[in-house]
């Protein structure tokens, strides 16, 4: 006598079955990345943690470190170079938006649009992030010097004044903002024409049979479509200028009259000039609230994108 079993009992098994399996793969790859895991916990979260702890201490290289509670943080409270610091930040953000976020939007849109050298330009635009930055910026600082410097004697070709560039507290943060934009356009306008790549071609087709022009094609189709791709980089470029430091060490070294100073700078300074730890970790400890602000939002808007392209 042959028995058979019901499609119901035979699929009863099949979803039973992977149980055990689906948990030892999930321990295997947990072992696969525990090497990964402890590189993070020894370089990254430990030093974290240990900064946390000092900011709520006296550190010194020669002594223990002494618990002081909040002391730190009345000190960096308490300090105008705190409020200016985080001011000179915001400037800086605020001229990064509008010159460093659209420029490369602009200029991704322009490349996309070129049939033959469009190649060649995404080289030359690529090709100043490839150059060292301490070596850029010293360039730069020869292009801005107030006598000889190219940019002085090409205002004075055309019969305009000089102007002190790093010396001017009124010029020297759009100044900087310029050099940055140079720096880092090139990886977001790759970003950016990946992005536009993605885009179904039959969509612009339809729009130029209707008559759009190149400026309504951006509005009404380019623009639309790479919205949560804007929001993604908006974040990334308000998180990297939060931490700027090399340029305001390398030209100005905070000046003039602290205008570029930063909080990652005055953190330097706080840490190796002065050798107050205690303080620089509790400088540190704001500074990673606010980046773990954005961070958190950058995450966020990463998983709406990702949601966006499945649907």
Do not use: C
């Not at 090497?35 to 916990?41: D, E, Y």
């Not at 322009?110 to 060649?120: K, T």
């Not at 356009?185 to 990946?194: K, N, P, Q, T, W």
């Not at 430091?245 to 930063?262: H, K, M, Q, R």
Request: glycine share 6%; hydrophobic share 55%.
């Amino acid at each position: 006598m042959v028995t058979t079993q019901s499609p119901s009992t035979s699929l009863a098994k099949l979803v039973k079955a992977p149980r055990w399996t689906t948990v030892w793969d999930q321990v295997t790859a947990y072992l696969f990345l525990l090497p990964a895991l402890l590189i993070f916990a020894v370089f990254s979260w430990y030093p974290i943690a240990q900064t946390v702890i000092y900011s709520f201490q006296t550190v010194s290289l020669a002594r223990p470190p002494v618990w002081i509670g909040l002391q730190n943080y009345g000190r960096m409270f308490g300090d105008p170079l705190f409020y200016v610091a985080w001011r000179n930040v915001f400037d800086f953000i605020i001229l990064s938006l509008i010159f460093g976020f659209i420029a490369p939007i602009l200029l991704s849109l322009m490349i996309n649009e070129m049939r033959r050298l469009g190649h060649i330009f995404q080289v030359i635009t690529y090709l100043p992030t490839l150059v060292p930055i301490a070596v850029a910026l010293l360039v730069w600082r020869l292009i801005y010097a107030p006598e000889g410097g190219a940019l002085n004697s090409l205002l004075q070709l055309v019969g305009l004044p000089q102007q002190l560039w790093l010396q001017d507290r009124h010029l020297v943060k759009l100044a900087m903002i310029v050099i940055m934009t140079w720096l880092g356009a090139g990886g977001s306008v790759l970003i950016y024409l990946s992005a536009l790549k993605e885009i179904n071609p039959q969509i612009y087709e339809a729009a130029e049979i209707d008559g759009f022009t190149f400026w309504q094609r951006v509005r009404y189709i380019t623009l639309p479509l790479l919205q949560s791709r804007l929001l993604i980089m908006l974040v990334l470029q308000v998180i990297f200028v939060g931490q700027v430091f090399t340029e305001p060490f390398i030209l100005t070294s905070g000046g003039p009259a602290n205008s570029t100073l930063t909080p990652v700078l005055n953190i330097y300074r706080t840490a190796f000039e002065r050798s107050d730890f205690g303080l620089a970790s509790t400088w540190s400890v704001s500074l990673m609230v606010v980046l773990l602000s954005f961070s958190i939002l950058y995450v966020w808007l990463n998983r709406q994108r990702e949601e966006f392209d499945e649907q």
